[in-house]
């Protein structure tokens, strides 16, 4: 488990790039055999990924100061490898690519497997401190909420599929789904917006070896930006914009935690009014 420490907007403006990546991006993610997670102190969201070979254990520790992992949390998982399983407290779920879990606080048993260990799984990781136990729902993309956005002349025609959310499943906070670009379309989230209730975890992925996406973040008079490859996720503060653009269309997948669960809302900022 690596520790990641909140960073107040005033600091992120001397940052370089160096320590921008040190703060914000999540590398190495998809290690077959491995399982790798970040605990940000930010809304205390857990961003993670797992690649099973042999079978890997969910487990508590210090960080969490829990027993087991989900003693007073939720998870959500949304496989983009080939087909996996998850068995929760002894029931074992199949997730082939693209289908999505959602498990309840309380669970104490939650292991990772691949079908075939020589292509195994890619299960992305969301998990955020939780309140009350939900139940476990299985999620595959026809089950998820769609909605498109954008349009050809602004290069941003997209889906954004719905799949931990209130319209789809119950969660205490958490809120997990994935947006796809449509060909010959590269922006995403713009023009931009803050939401000072929620924090977000981008995952970029479907993109080719030499492919890139500028991730836009900072203030909105004080933008940076952190240059992401393939299946690399980015940390977005509350007071953060959250937008990127690819050298070609992408993919990425979206997690919420915070105050409310109201996709809608937020505070839209101009073009005008970056800089």
Known sequence: MEIRYGVSPSDAKAYDTEVLRK??????????????????????II???????EALRLEGGKELGAEYFLERR????????????????????????RDGLYIGKGVKEVVFES???????????????????YPMVKIDIKKANPNQLGSLEQSNKRTIYQYIHPSVCETCQLLMGMTVLEPNNVWNTMPCHTHDRRMEV?????????????HMMGEAKETRHIIMKNEQAVISPSWSIHSGVGTENYTFIWGMVGENQVF?????????ELR
Not at 23 to 44: A, E
């Open 115 to 133: 079908e075939d260990p020589a292509n195994p799984a890619k299960l992305y990781l969301n998990s955020a401190p939780a309140h009350k136990a």
């Open 264 to 272: 809608t809302d937020m505070d839209h900022i101009q073009n005008s």
């Open 47 to 53: 961003a993670g990924s797992a690649s099973p070979v």
């Open 202 to 214: 981008y995952l970029y992925f479907d993109m080719k070896e030499d492919a890139r996406v500028f």
């Open 74 to 97: 939720e998870l959500g998982i949304i496989n983009i490898g080939a087909k996996g399983y998850v068995t929760v407290d002894g029931k074992k779920v199949e997730l082939n690519p």
């Open 23 to 44: 703060n914000f991006l999540i590398d190495d993610l998809f290690v077959p055999g491995k399982l790798k997670m970040v605990y940000s102190h930010i809304d205390r």
